[in-house]
């Protein structure tokens, strides 16, 4: 049987949605059958790679990493899923962004024995300004919204993957929060 | 410094993080950094909300430990209205406590961990996950989902939802347990307890494959930190502050928490987002005894926090099953010193695991356990209210500023996982140098650098939440998604 290829990616998030995901449980040992994890943060391969036929992507857009990772996401996946409230909506991340880049870069760490975190070098990332959802960075295929969504309606939405059809959630699991 | 290697990302942890390795001429291991990557800063953006809406946003920190940031919160939160919660809320609040420590610890060591310890740290890094151990051991494979799944149905029962219930409030809890539920519980109860019973076979049966692990894995002196109960015992929802030294001296024998800045303090460095906490006392010590001194020694205030140190400072568990296994465990360092090796973290999560199933059994048969008299109803009493409980990761503290209407003026959390980060990065470092001379590096070499991160079960994106002066790049895109201006600022 041809399994699919399958990814999961954490950007600018809390875990909680990946955390919802290991909820499935006991449906985790069904999808073993069906699906081959090619990429995600509970397994080791660390560049994002070819030909994925679905990513699920949690958290928001808040930092160069983020966006960098999204657009690999986007060019390599055929089929790019928001999951959770962050990748949807920019949700709790995006509370920052009432705080103007003028306001967090006067705010300060408390004391320091040398030099604050400055980033921008290859290993430090930059943070945008304003934390996005991931639509506005890149094309996304589908959205699942919750915070986290819950396992129910996250197999609703792999199983739909799965058999090669569109997802589409029953209203009362289109909610947010 | 010739040469660096990067691992990026570090994988099967929570968060995002690095590791830098500088090698010299020689390729050996100068110097090791653990670099977390990701800033969120929830301390600022909270600033000017309701401290009642705290456990709800500050449970967003964390989907692995949300339960803990809801403890803390509405902790602080009680202590603002002033209030003693009636005992039936207290009761409530540990069991789910009780509940996160199993998920959470499962999650760690049969999820995060286990590919390493069953597959083996050299294995095939395609299958390294926990895809990889339900192909291979899969009757080990749903142990881990099934006694981590104990412990998220326990939250959710309590608390309605598994990850993020809104089920703490200031005062209490919002909803009782019903007798259904609690007879759900203890017929749950038996296999939990099998699984863990397993569990620490397992890993003692591995141990003779990992004796370099068991001497090279973050083995060095260091202080110790975690809160115990006024006699002494293992202590996760309340209780005081004690310091231990790798000698077995008690430093703190138990210090009300809300005094833990006399004790704490945070560094900088520029190359992580995460701080550096440190123990005050010992950094001063280091310097000339000033305490303008002590951030300059803040290394030498280094301690550990999580499981290895709450078992390491506690007199006794409390609970027969913990107990027997705590005496084994301290058979591991010579009498009256504390464990001191980071491999040991897993051994001490399975026995924190067993007597959180334990607690959780008498808690349920308590008469009390389902009285619907559970939240305290109060006004803004305290201006500032400090929260203190131990996560699975280690001790965390919320601290809010309410002005009279409860509107947050100043918010600052202490994060089980940063007190951990000097010993990270020494770990890290020890364990680098083990494997990598000459230059030579393999992946199965790098995959153990990273189980050395690993032990500590380290929460990220709970760590990072401080403001700071941070860089900024502000992209301007057009309508058509083409970048239009950059604008960066160091
Ligand atoms: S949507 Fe909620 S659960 Fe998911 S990453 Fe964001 S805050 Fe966490």
Redesign the interface.
């Known amino acids: 049987m041809h399994k699919l290829r399958f990814a999961t990616a954490w950007l600018g998030g809390c875990s909680g949605c990946h955390m919802s995901f290991l909820d499935l449980d006991e449906k985790l040992i069904d999808l073993a059958d069906k699906i081959v994890l090619v990429y995600s943060p509970i397994a080791d391969v660390k560049e994002f790679p070819e030909n994925v036929d679905v990513t699920l992507v949690e958290g928001a857009v808040a930092n160069l990493d983020n966006l960098k990772l999204a657009q690999e996401i986007r060019a390599r996946s055929r089929l790019v899923v928001s999951f959770g409230d962050c990748a949807v909506t920019g949700n709790v991340p995006s509370l920052r962004n009432k705080l103007g880049v003028d306001d967090l870069l006067t705010a300060v760490y408390h004391e320091g024995p040398g030099r604050h975190p400055t980033g921008g070098d290859e290993i430090m990332p930059r943070l945008l300004p304003k934390v996005l959802p991931l639509h506005q960075v890149v094309k996304v295929d589908a959205f699942l919204p919750g915070c986290p969504p819950d396992a129910e309606r996250i197999w609703a939405a792999v199983s739909a993957l799965l058999a090669g059809e569109p997802v589409v959630l029953e209203p009362n699991m289109r909610t947010f929060g | 410094m010739t040469k660096t290697i990067?691992?990026?990302?570090v994988?099967?942890?929570?968060?995002?993080a690095?590791i830098?390795l500088y090698l010299d001429d020689d390729g050996q291991v100068a110097d090791a950094r653990f670099?977390v990557?990701?800033?969120?800063?929830f301390e600022?953006?909270?600033e000017g909300r309701s401290f009642w809406e705290m456990p709800g946003?500050t449970a967003?920190?964390?989907?692995?430990c949300?339960v803990s940031h809801l403890m803390a919160s509405a902790k602080a939160g009680d202590a603002i209205l002033g209030v003693n919660i009636p005992p039936t809320a207290a009761k409530l609040r540990r069991l789910m406590n009780w509940g996160q420590l199993v998920q959470s610890h499962a999650?760690s060591f049969f999820?995060?961990s286990g590919?390493d310890l069953l597959l083996g740290m050299d294995s095939d890094?395609?299958q390294?996950?926990?895809?990889g151990l339900?192909?291979k051991y899969?009757d080990v494979?749903?142990n881990g989902?099934?006694l981590?799944?104990f412990g998220?149905k326990l939250i959710e029962m309590l608390g309605g939802?598994?990850?993020?219930p809104s089920w703490t409030v200031a005062g209490g809890v919002r909803d009782p347990l019903s007798d259904e539920d609690r007879s759900k519980i203890r017929r749950l109860l038996p296999e939990a307890l099998d699984i863990t019973g397993l569990a620490l076979d397992l890993l003692k049966g591995a141990f003779d494959d990992f004796r370099d692990e068991e001497a090279m894995y973050g083995n060095f002196p260091s202080l110790y930190m975690g809160l115990v109960t006024p006699e002494g015992g293992l202590e996760h929802y309340d209780g005081l502050l004690r310091v231990v030294d790798s000698d077995g001296n008690v430093l703190e024998p138990g210090l009300a928490p809300a005094r833990y800045r006399e004790i704490l303090?945070?560094?900088?460095?520029?190359?992580?987002?995460l701080?550096f906490p440190f123990y005050k006392p010992a950094a001063r010590r280091a310097g000339s005894g000033a305490s303008g001194e002590a951030?300059?020694h803040?290394q030498a205030g280094m301690y550990r926090v999580g499981p290895l140190a709450r078992v390491n400072v506690c007199d006794f568990a409390g609970t027969p099953r913990a107990d027997a296994e705590l005496r084994e465990f301290r058979r591991l360092a010579p009498r009256g010193r504390p464990v001191a090796n980071s491999f040991h973290y897993h051994y001490a999560r399975l026995i924190e695991i067993l007597h959180a199933l334990e607690r959780i059994a008498e808690t349920v048969d308590d008469p009390a356990i389902t009285d619907k008299r559970i939240r305290a109803h109060a006004e803004v009493n305290n201006l500032v209210g400090i929260g203190v409980s131990e996560a699975p990761r280690g001790t965390l503290f919320h601290e809010y500023h309410v002005n009279g209407d409860g509107i947050l003026q100043q918010v600052n959390l202490i994060i089980a996982t940063g007190q951990n980060n000097l010993a990270m990065n020494r770990t890290v470092k020890q364990i680098a140098q083990y494997h990598i001379t000459g230059g030579k590096v393999s992946e199965g070499m790098l995959?153990r650098i990273e189980h050395g991160i690993r032990l500590y079960d380290p929460c990220l994106?709970c760590s990072t939440h401080?403001?700071?002066?941070?860089?900024?790049?502000?992209?301007v895109y057009g309508a058509a998604g083409e970048l239009v201006e950059r604008i960066?600022?160091?």
């Not at chain 2, 990557?37 to 800063?41: S, Y």
């Not at chain 2, 967003?60 to 692995?64: A, D, E, K, L």
């Not at chain 2, 945070?266 to 190359?271: C, G, L, Q, R, T």
């Not at chain 2, 401080?466 to 992209?475: F, K, S």
């Open positions: 990067t691992i990026d990302p994988t099967r942890i929570e968060g995002h690095k830098s670099h990557t990701e800033f969120r800063g600022k953006f909270c946003i967003r920190i964390c989907g692995i949300p999650l999820h995060l590919p890094p395609a390294r996950n926990v895809m339900i192909e899969p494979a749903r989902i099934r981590r799944r998220q939802r598994s990850v993020h303090g945070e560094a900088v460095e520029p190359w992580s987002y701080k951030l300059e803040y995959n994106s401080a403001v700071g002066q941070m860089p900024m790049v502000v992209e960066a600022r160091d």
